[in-house]
């Protein structure tokens, strides 16, 4: 990880010289994952201060023509493919998994435009190298997943964390991309400090530290939950 300082200096001239000085900091993050479907987080906001779009979120060094990003929205996905010419277009096809699913209709990679915290799919041919993905910082970020939802949620920090879930609903579901399945991570509602999750005949106080950049699924099985990552 490694943060760009951008200063911007305005000077009047006059007998005496006055400089003001206004800093934007931009988090890169470089993301080491074997994993050919990675979980990416949205990290922060466009360089403009809008939401984020997806055509900046990703460097394309690294990355192989026809790798693919994948949002996963109110229930249906959008796709987009990376062109002979390093950018993001619009592609529609039957999901990998042979589930039948199909991707919605495309929109421009410009035009998608994702808050910090939420979380898409890069798929990748070629994962002996890291991948950068790059966002005008923000500080204390934190992601709301509405009600009876399933969402992609990703660590927008630059340094590995756990998440902090708040008021989360008995059966809530956390499952994270390992190597070829999910680990899955369901909320007890117990008041045992180390017993509040339950993962494969064990339970734990928190889910799992998320590495920089990288999230998991969630799986809201009633009210809505927010996510923080102090």
């Known amino acids: 990880m490694k943060k ?8 009047s001239a006059g007998a005496a010289l006055a400089v003001q000085s206004t800093v934007t900091t931009i988090d890169v993050i470089a993301v080491s994952s074997s994993l ?26 690294n990355l192989t023509v026809n ?11 959008q796709c987009w493919i990376l062109s002979s010419g390093k950018k993001w277009e619009p592609f529609i096809d039957a999901m990998r998994d042979g589930s039948g699913e199909s991707f919605g209709s495309g929109t421009p990679a410009a035009s998608k435009q994702m808050l910090v915290g939420q979380g898409i799919w890069l798929l990748r041919q070629n994962t002996a190298s890291p991948f950068y993905i790059y966002a005008l910082h923000v500080a204390s970020p934190s992601t709301t997943v509405a009600a009876n939802a399933t969402a992609l949620v990703g660590n927008p920090t630059t340094s590995a964390k756990h998440p902090t879930i708040t008021t989360p609903n008995v059966g809530d579901e956390v499952s994270i991309p390992t190597a070829g399945t999910l680990e899955h991570y369901f909320y007890t509602g117990l008041q045992d400090a180390d017993k509040k999750w339950f993962s494969a005949g064990n339970y734990f106080a928190n889910p799992p530290s998320i590495p920089a950049g990288t999230g998991f699924w969630y799986k809201s099985t009633g009210a809505a939950v927010t996510i923080t990552w102090p």
């Open 4 to 11: 760009i300082l951008c200063g911007i200096l305005c000077a």
């Open 36 to 61: 050919s479907n990675t979980v990416v987080a949205i990290p922060g906001l466009d360089l403009s201060g809008d939401r984020l779009a997806i055509s900046n979120l990703v460097k394309t060094t």
């Open 67 to 77: 790798d693919k990003l994948i949002a996963f929205d109110n229930g249906s996905y």
